[in-house]
């Protein structure tokens, strides 16, 4: 232990080399820490992801999945309960009892945040549409849709 010290007393060298590790370990614990907020920042899981989850009730979620058509409940005028379907094609319902964005509607992609409250419900606290990356002109999209 007092050769270590030694070691690391001698002369002008030894005290840079320390101040320089102690900046490259305080730089590194601050690079990894802001990685990780950026990335919990932008990730939801799916409703596959979700009902895999053996014990989800009372856990924060952010939960990304299409809005199912026929499956919105409306009262007094505005959303209270949906379904929302993951690509390979797992539903969950959500709650929500607040204000919904001006584009939500059925088949928008929403990513819904809030706390699971049972097997496949999750009682949202935000609502956000998630934009879609293809564009389709009107034409198009008359032609997707006819039979």
Same mark, same amino acid.
């Given at each position: 232990? !007092? !050769?270590?010290?030694?070691?690391?007393?001698?002369?002008?060298?030894? !005290? +840079?080399?320390?101040?320089?590790? @102690?900046?490259?370990?305080?730089?590194?614990?601050?690079?990894?820490?802001?990685? &990780? +907020? @950026? &990335? /919990?920042?932008?990730?939801?899981?799916?409703?596959?992801?979700?009902? +895999?989850?053996?014990?989800?009730?009372?856990?924060?979620?952010?939960?990304?999945?299409?809005?199912?058509?026929?499956?919105?409940?409306?009262?007094?005028?505005?959303?209270?309960?949906?379904?929302?379907?993951?690509?390979?094609?797992?539903?969950?319902?959500?709650?929500?009892?607040?204000?919904?964005?001006?584009?939500?509607?059925?088949?928008? &992609?929403?990513?819904?945040?809030?706390?699971?409250?049972?097997?496949?419900?999750? +009682?949202?606290?935000?609502?956000?549409?998630?934009?879609?990356?293809? &564009?389709?002109? /009107?034409?198009?999209?008359? !032609?997707?849709?006819?039979?």
């Amino acid at each position: 232990m !007092s !050769s270590l010290r030694n070691l690391l007393s001698r002369g002008p060298l030894a !005290s +840079q080399r320390a101040r320089l590790l @102690a900046i490259l370990v305080i730089a590194t614990i601050a690079i990894t820490a802001l990685a &990780f +907020q @950026a &990335f /919990d920042g932008a990730y939801y899981t799916t409703p596959e992801e979700f009902a +895999q989850e053996i014990d989800a009730e009372g856990r924060r979620w952010r939960v990304g999945g299409r809005v199912v058509d026929g499956t919105i409940v409306e009262q007094n005028g505005r959303p209270v309960s949906w379904v929302i379907e993951g690509e390979a094609g797992e539903t969950m319902r959500i709650e929500y009892d607040g204000v919904v964005p001006g584009l939500f509607s059925p088949r928008a &992609f929403v990513v819904v945040e809030g706390v699971a409250a049972g097997e496949g419900l999750l +009682q949202a606290t935000s609502v956000i549409i998630r934009h879609e990356p293809e &564009f389709v002109t /009107d034409a198009e999209d008359a !032609s997707i849709a006819a039979p």
